[in-house]
C-alpha cells in the first residue's frame, strides 16, 4: 500500500527544473500520448494512464523553471511501500489536487484515498462501479497482484495525483 504525508502549498507552484529541454518533451508527449502509442503500436498492459487535469495554459515553461497555475494544488512524498513501482517509488514527490465531484474520478488516475484502518492509501482506479451505497472504486497498486479488498466511496477519496516529481 502507498502511504503518503504532505503539505498543501497554495494556489501556485514553482517548480525548478534543470533539464528544461526534457521537461518539454515530457509534457508534449503526454497530450499525444494515444496517438504517439498507436503509432509506435505500444500496448499499455492493462495499465490505463491518468486522465488531464491541468489546462496547458497553466502550464508555463521557461528557461529555469516552470509554473503550474492551479489553484489548490498539494505536495506530498512517498513513503517506503513499493506498491506503485516502477511509477512511484519510496522518496518521489507527488503533486495531488482535490476532487470535487466523482465525474473527476477515472479508471486509470492514481488517487490517494483513506482506508477502513485509516491509513492514506496511494493507488490507481481500475474500475468504476455502482451498487446501492453509490458509485464506488476498486483500486490497486501498479506492483500489487491484486486489487484493494474493498470498495472506495467518493468521500474516502482525498486526492489525484497530477504529476510525479522523481
Known sequence: MGYIKGVNIGWILCLIITTI????AVF??????????????IKSNGVNAPSNI?????????NNYTIINQSGISYFTVTPTKS???????????LAISVNNESNIHIG????????H???????VIEINKDEGGIYYILK??????????????????????????
Open 54 to 62: 491541468i489546462l496547458d495554459n497553466n502550464i508555463l515553461v521557461y
Open 21 to 24: 529541454s526534457l521537461s518539454t
Open 28 to 41: 508534449a508527449f503526454i497530450d499525444n500520448s494515444d496517438l504517439f502509442s498507436e503509432a509506435l503500436n
Open 84 to 94: 506503485m513501482l516502477p511509477f512511484i517509488d519510496e522518496g518521489n514527490h507527488a
Open 118 to 124: 485509516k491509513d492514506i492509501i496511494l493507488h490507481r
Open 109 to 116: 488516475d492514481i488517487i490517494s484515498y483513506i482506508n477502513p
Open 141 to 166: 497498486g501498479d506492483n500489487n497482484f491484486r486489487a484493494d479488498s474493498y470498495k472506495v466511496k467518493f468521500e474516502n477519496i482525498t486526492n489525484k495525483v497530477i504529476g510525479v516529481i522523481y
